[in-house]
């Protein structure tokens, strides 16, 4: 049976974490019965562990949903959750093209946060249509009137006829879907017969089904048995299996325009079903494939090591089983003589390096030392060629370098006003440049250019110090700008430690060697003689301080009782050797690695 | 006393006591003590046990027989008497064997000191710890610094050879304290010196008070310099320093413990006690049932006090007579450790450590050199797991 276009409606869903963008989507899916009471488990859009914890949405996914309206009419509404974080902006982007328009979930007592407006400012260049809803509207602390306000000072558009939800209680929820079916427009009527014009959202392993492509089609129909072609990658498959999730998979003879669907093609890796790629029918091709294709790029790296070096098997296995599911994480074996081997891996941001070491960590059992993060600079050469540095140990020779350019992001930061002085501190002290500062509402905007390597370290957890908890951060990439950077190298007795040496702009060499010096001089034992540690820029020492030598460890007391209890330590000690990471004469302990390596300088 | 002295080809065997109670636990001590002034029962479980032990020795000259704690000046003179007796029996006992008591200042009325001369002891060490009243009471000690002095003059007096246990390091001392205490000792008329750094060991008093964030003890480079005071001064007043913590007159040097560190058999009996026996080439580690009434029972039922001995490996012997031996001046026998347990790493890393002047070589003897006494865990460390 043919869909009627017109009754169809892609959505997704715009909110701050915690506004309760899960529980509404549940609210939806329930209402219109996708789901029994008993089978719902609570946001059963959000996957995985980690999502659920966190309450963000790494993969896209998407439900379908059938509604009969008030107007008589069934509609097919496809709710698209979008992954909420700036890492996954690309995904975001695609995932919101697959729609024609966005609900806007706002708390209606926290108000906008800096969070929902890059969300919403995408969905509007996307030509969304906007529904705003008022969540939570039943807490004592709701103050609808005056979020409406701020939706409409603030993100510029109508917020009059807002409606005023509970998804916690289910009020508005019918309000909600009415809304959906008058206010958002259809897709964009598509001819199911010409060539196969779809554009894939997302794709993911599923260890029942191998890799699944969620894909939504503009132009002809997906059929099972047809054989499908990749424009970007260039890739064949025969079409295994066509679908839809409501959200349980579920069979279907065809997709056809204005659909959101899934398929499965015997597709062996997640990297060969590139996000924004267009599908298209191998024999019979569309002519002009979709826009805004662009390959995932890393823009964060960081090294992952074992800290038992026996477990570098297990972790090469588990990086493995990841990439098979996130082809935008990427990873290539490294070796440091402080860490011994591991992984350098790049991630689309910091949340991503940190959802991925936690997935390492937990499903994998593995336990980590991730070293500093680092961005990826440019460095322009003398003789006229660029690199691309990954790893601040990988530095060539300084003479050989023009200059070195470094990623600068834009940063928007919405703050209760009280807070507002220290975090203008915060962002000056980062090399941050003002671009915008406004208030609405007795809560400030400002806006900061800010390098990328400064934001990287520690500033997620340093804003979130000086502000209580109260602001909330987003940033988008705003391009390379040449910075005056300086490897910084940190020498234990006069030999360098790879896994320590870093990029500083030249102005903050002082200040981070010092306090690395600072720290290890804590961290590393004594030993039998002195122990000078060095923070360095090339040749010349920017700070210095020393380990005195241990000058007294014997036992005091040693009779016949202490005889067996000496020896099983010393026992422990032969075994304990692996623990220790040996620099030359000087012994370093693994726990003082990871210690140095936590970045925060409060 | 009987002379029953047997002459054997073996090695000679030294014998211990421990007798784990005590009027008031301290709060640095992590050792097997329990807070109790008499056990009737215990003595003659200890005697069992002694008995069993012979039989496991079998003849044997036992060179030194020392009641250690706990707070062994507890025990009764006619206790200790039945017991020197009893091991005089089983393995005979020379005149010249030492056979010494750890004594708390506050057992030290002259009739109880008499009764320990009477019943055959000849070396008595006095747990003084400080003749400064603040740091006993710092301590948690239950005797003041008069009890303390009054104690050493009357042994002295009774006893050739008469040991002062002190404690070094503890938080608020000052150099001139610890010369102060040093000289007390010194005009009392100890020939011996023991001089302990207060250290803080898991699981005692200290170690909680401490983890509370209050100093019990000094820093690490004061009390190094604490530590070179005490040789200085005692060096001076004609004491050798012949262990880590131990000094002497010569000739009063504890005949004892010099058996642990030259890896002498040694017996061990009561609760906790730890034993080595070597039979027949083998070498035997044992630990006595630790809590009073479970060593009674043991005793009752298997006529000793330990339940398993556990089997040395040669390496674990031989870690064991170099830990022990390098705390002495006299050091150890290269012969020996080669003999135990040949291995080529060892001697690479003794290479190394001569090198670096932290062990010293003289023929077949390795001792420590100066500068690696004062880190002697460091180079153990370095010479058997480095």
């Known amino acids: 049976m043919a869909v009627k276009q017109n009754n169809i409606r892609n959505f997704s869903i715009v909110a701050h974490i915690d506004h309760g963008k899960s529980t509404l989507a549940d609210r939806l899916i329930s209402f219109t019965g996708g789901l029994t009471d008993r089978e719902m488990s609570e946001q059963v859009l959000d996957n995985m562990d980690i999502e659920k914890e966190r309450g963000i949405t790494i993969k896209a996914q998407t439900v379908r949903l059938d509604y009969t309206a008030k107007d008589g009419e069934t509609y097919i509404l496809n709710l698209m959750d979008t992954p909420g974080h700036v890492d996954f902006a690309y995904e975001v982007s695609r995932s919101l093209s697959a729609c024609e328009g966005s609900i806007l979930v706002v708390d209606a007592s926290q108000g906008v946060e800096a969070q929902t407006l890059a969300n919403v400012y995408q969905a509007i260049e996307h030509d969304h249509e906007i529904v705003p809803v008022l969540n939570k509207i039943d807490l004592p602390a709701a103050e609808p009137e005056r979020v409406k306000t701020q939706i409409e000072d603030v993100i510029g558009i109508d917020a009059s006829g807002a409606i005023e939800a509970s998804a916690k209680s289910g009020l508005g929820i019918e309000d909600t879907l009415e809304a959906i079916v008058t206010l958002l427009p259809p897709p964009e009527q598509g001819d199911p017969k010409a060539p196969l014009k779809a554009l894939l959202i997302d794709a993911w392993y599923d260890t029942y089904m191998g890799v699944v492509v969620l894909f939504r089609v503009i132009e002809g129909t997906v059929k099972k048995g047809m054989r499908i072609r990749t424009m970007n990658t260039g890739a064949n498959y025969t079409v295994d299996k066509v679908g839809v999730f409501r959200p349980k998979p579920e069979d279907m003879a065809e997709i056809g325009p204005g659909e959101v669907g899934f398929l499965t093609a015997s597709i062996k890796d997640v990297a060969d079903a590139a996000v924004g790629d267009t599908i298209t029918e191998d024999k019979r091709p569309t002519e002009i494939p979709l826009e805004g294709f662009k390959p995932a790029q890393p823009v964060v790296f960081c090294g992952i090591f074992p800290v038992d070096a026996a477990d570098f098997e297990d972790l090469r296995a588990a990086v493995g089983r990841l990439r098979l599911n996130d082809a935008s994480f990427s990873f290539e074996m490294e070796t440091s003589a402080a860490l011994g081997f591991g992984f350098r891996c790049g991630f689309l941001g910091l949340l991503h390096l940190e959802i991925i070491q936690e997935r390492l960590e937990r499903e994998f059992d593995l336990d980590l030392i991730t070293t500093a993060p680092s961005v990826v600079y440019t460095l322009k050469m003398r003789d006229g060629s660029d690199m691309q540095l990954h790893n601040p140990a990988d530095m060539p020779d300084v003479m050989q370098i023009l200059h070195i350019e470094e990623p600068w992001i834009k940063a928007t930061i919405m703050t209760p006003d009280e807070y507002l002085g220290g975090i203008l501190k915060l962002c000056q002290e980062r090399r941050g440049v003002q671009t915008g500062l406004s208030y609405i509402n007795g809560r400030a905007m400002v806006e900061y250019e800010l390098p990328l390597n400064e934001v990287v370290f520690d500033f997620y957890d340093r804003l979130k110090s000086v502000s209580k908890g109260y602001a909330s951060f987003d940033y988008q990439a705003i391009g390379l700008r040449e910075g005056d950077l300086v490897k910084m190298s940190i020498l234990v007795n006069g030999d360098p430690v790879d896994a320590l040496s870093m990029l500083v702009h030249r102005s903050n060499a002082p200040g981070r060697g010092r306090m690395m010096c600072e720290r290890l001089k804590d961290l590393i034992p004594r030993h039998m003689f002195k122990i000078p540690i060095q923070a360095a820029l090339g040749g010349k020492v920017i700070a210095r301080e020393t380990i005195a030598a241990l000058r007294k460890d014997v036992t005091a007391k040693c009779y016949g009782g202490d005889a067996s209890r000496k020896r099983k330590l010393l026992d422990k000690q032969k075994k304990g050797k692996k623990k220790m990471r040996q620099f030359g004469k000087v012994e370093i302990p693994q726990a003082a690695f990871i210690a140095a390596l936590k970045m925060d300088d409060s | ?386």
């Open chain 2, 1 to 386: 006393m009987m002379n029953g002295k047997i002459k054997g080809h073996k090695p000679p065997l030294a014998v211990y006591i421990h007798w784990p109670y005590c009027a008031r636990i301290c709060p640095y001590c992590d050792f097997n003590v329990y807070k109790q002034r008499v056990d009737k029962g215990l003595v003659s479980a200890i005697m069992d046990d002694l008995s069993q032990w012979r039989a496991w020795s079998g003849a044997r000259n036992v060179s030194s027989v020392h009641f250690g704690g706990g707070t062994p000046s507890l025990l009764r003179g006619e206790d200790i008497g039945a017991i020197l007796d009893h091991v005089d029996k089983l393995w005979g006992l020379s005149a010249d064997a030492e056979c010494g008591l750890e004594a708390n200042p506050n057992n030290a009325a002259i009739e109880k000191l008499t009764a320990f001369k009477f019943a055959g002891l000849n070396r008595l060490s006095f747990g003084i710890q400080s003749f400064h009243d603040a740091a006993l009471q710092q301590l948690g000690r239950d005797h003041d610094s008069r009890v303390a002095k009054a104690a050493l003059e009357a042994a002295t007096v009774l006893f050739d050879s008469v040991s002062a246990d002190l404690i070094f390091g503890w938080h608020g001392q000052t150099q001139d304290i610890l010369a102060h205490d040093l000289t007390l000792a010194l005009n009392a008329g100890a020939c011996h010196v023991s001089a302990y750094q207060l250290t803080i060991e898991d699981g005692t008093a200290f170690a909680k008070a401490e983890a509370r964030g209050a100093r019990r003890a000094v820093d690490n480079d004061l009390s190094a310099d604490l530590y070179d005071h005490v040789q200085t001064q005692l060096l001076a007043a004609g004491f050798t320093h012949y262990e880590v913590s131990n000094f002497a007159k010569p000739g009063h040097e504890s005949a004892h413990n010099l058996a642990y560190w030259r890896g002498h058999d040694y017996v061990g009996v009561g609760p906790g006690a730890h034993g080595r026996m070597t039979v027949k080439g083998q070498k035997y580690a044992t630990i006595a049932e630790m809590r009073p009434d479970a060593y009674r029972a043991c005793v009752q039922k298997t006529k000793r006090g330990f339940v398993q001995a556990e089997v040395l490996t040669a390496e674990a012997a031989r870690d064991e007579y170099v830990l022990m031996g390098l705390r002495i001046s006299c050091g150890l026998s290269l012969t020996r450790v080669n003999e135990i347990y040949p291995d080529p790493k060892f001697d690479r890393a003794m290479a190394v450590l001569i090198d670096a002047g932290y062990l010293q070589r003289e023929n077949e003897r390795l001792f420590a050199a100066p500068k690696g006494r004062m880190i002697l865990n460091h180079v153990t460390e370095k010479l058997l797991a480095g």
